[in-house]
């Protein structure tokens, strides 16, 4: 186990991505807490599997798209498990809808949850660690879209542009305190952000097409790479997007 005597908090882990995270970093050795905003049973069933394997684990609902939240967050997290190594920033929104009908209202929403969270998250998180000098890494879950546009998702490849620029800049900033900073962009996976996309073949069989390893990804596809991230093996690591997207991003070919 990797993860053995180290505590993390994995916000939105109560389904999809965040959940599989939970649950790896768990197996791997951790201490977990579990955060949700709306979704307690997904959280409480998170926390029960964590349990299961003998790991501590807590369930601390918070909305991170609110700073004080955030920080309240980070606050209750470090009190529960006894200290915090690992923050993974997962939670994350998407909402279609073509650039000239994006409202003020759910640009700021998505924007609140996706970028503006992580990065006071990412700041109590490190204040914390400075203060408790100890080491750690920061873990954020951005996307394939931190580098590829995605027409009417705007407000979303803003938030993961920025997270990319944020992740690149902490990496450094934070970097004489020990605690790295990473990005996983995966592409496309079988979660509950793209249930639309799953359930529909006449979307499904053109994405499919622009896979190369010909398969949607799976959430511990990218929860492998997270539980990596956080152990030992990527202490030289920091600064770096890992790409988990079965070859999407950087496809191209001409019939
Ligand atoms: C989005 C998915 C999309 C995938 C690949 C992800 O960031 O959340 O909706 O299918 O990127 O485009």
């Given at each position: 186990m990797t993860l053995s005597g180290k505590n993390a908090l994995v916000t939105?882990?109560?389904?999809?991505i965040g959940q599989a995270i939970a649950l790896e970093m768990a197996r791997e050795g951790a201490g977990v807490v579990v955060n949700y905003r709306a979704n307690r049973e997904g959280a409480e069933e998170t926390c029960s599997q964590i349990r299961q394997m003998g790991r501590k684990a807590a369930v601390i609902q918070a909305d991170v798209g609110q700073v004080a939240e955030s920080k309240r967050l980070v606050r209750e997290s470090a009190a529960a498990l006894n200290g915090l190594d690992i923050l993974v920033n997962n939670a994350g929104i998407e909402k279609r809808a073509p650039f000239l009908e994006v409202t003020e209202e759910d640009y700021q929403a998505l924007l609140d949850v996706n970028l503006t969270g992580p990065f006071f998250l990412s700041q109590s998180f490190a204040q914390f660690l400075k203060d408790a000098g100890r080491p750690g890494r920061i873990i954020n879950i951005s996307s394939v879209h931190e580098e590829l546009p995605f027409p009417h998702f705007a407000p979303y490849c803003v938030s993961k542009g920025g997270l990319k620029m944020m992740m690149r800049d902490l990496a450094i900033e934070l970097a004489s305190c020990g605690i790295t900073v990473n990005n996983i962009a995966p592409g496309?996976?079988?979660?509950?952000?793209n249930r639309h996309l799953m359930s529909d073949p006449k979307l499904l069989a053109p994405l499919l097409k622009n896979i190369p390893l010909g398969r949607i990804g799976q959430p511990e596809d990218v929860a492998r790479v997270a539980a990596f991230l956080a152990s030992?093996?990527?202490?030289?690591?920091?600064?770096a997007t890992i790409v988990v997207d079965g070859g999407l991003l950087w496809n191209y070919s001409e019939q």
């Open positions: 939105g882990s109560d389904q999809g496309a996976i079988e979660t509950p952000i030992s093996g990527a202490d030289y690591i920091t600064g």
